[in-house]
């Protein structure tokens, strides 16, 4: 069974570029979720997207979006880029039962200069 | 107020010491509990959920739920230097999207 990856690792972007992060889930999961972990804080729901679809939104700002493809990866695009983007990002992909519980993804880590 | 509570520590213990790590929430509505381990630099790990109230062991773990007190808990017998990482808590309701804790750092020295 293979888990969930995430590309790349990390990057550094400039203050009001656009950047976009990549996952895939693990494998037989349908549905994925984006978080953005601060330092020192708990990750921040973003966004879930369902069979390509997006099923759930947390209170970011619309210049965050996503995509999913119908293997069921996932991207996370950011327009605009603020210093208070900095951070590592998160994919995770739920079990198809309840609690649909998440496994997370290692992370892309995001430095905005 | 934020939803999820939880003491972001450090918490330093000797090896072989039981260690106690505690969030409190004030949404009635959370029903599925979640306990996350994260090492540095990487993606929070998945250790245990449990469903309303009540406890549930895992070999070293123990889950504790305590919803009339809005209280969680997970304790780990036999600490080892390789349980040093940050613990979240994490609760759901019927959306079962989950709201996280801050996390615990915790320290586990030889």
């Known amino acids: 069974e293979t888990g969930v990856t995430q590309s790349p690792t990390h990057l550094i972007k400039t203050r009001g570029q656009q950047v976009t992060l990549r996952c895939s889930s693990q494998s037989g999961h349908n549905t994925v979720s984006w978080y953005q972990q601060a330092l020192g804080q708990g990750p921040q729901f973003i966004f879930q997207y369902y069979r390509e679809e997006e099923n759930g939104r947390g209170n970011f700002p619309p210049r965050f979006s996503g995509l999913q493809f119908p293997n069921y990866s996932s991207e996370l695009n950011v327009n605009a880029l603020e210093l208070d983007d900095s951070a590592l990002y998160l994919c995770?992909?739920?079990?198809?039962?309840?609690?649909?519980?998440?496994?997370f993804g290692p992370g892309t880590r995001l430095t905005v200069t | 107020q934020k939803e999820v509570e939880q003491d972001p520590g450090p918490l330093s213990v000797p090896e072989g010491a039981i260690v106690s790590l505690n969030c409190t929430y004030s949404?009635?509505?959370?029903?599925?509990f979640m306990w996350y381990r994260q090492y540095s630099r990487k993606g929070p790990e998945l250790l245990m959920y449990t469903y309303s109230s009540g406890n549930k062991e895992d070999g070293r773990f123990t889950a504790q739920v305590d919803k009339s007190s809005k209280y969680i808990s997970l304790f780990i017998r036999d600490s080892q230097p390789s349980d040093s990482a940050t613990y979240l808590c994490a609760m759901s309701g019927g959306s079962y999207i989950p709201t996280f804790g801050r996390g615990t750092s915790l320290i586990v020295h030889p």
């Open positions: 949404n009635s509505a959370f029903q599925y």
């Open positions: 995770a992909s739920s079990a198809d039962r309840p609690p649909y519980e998440q496994y």
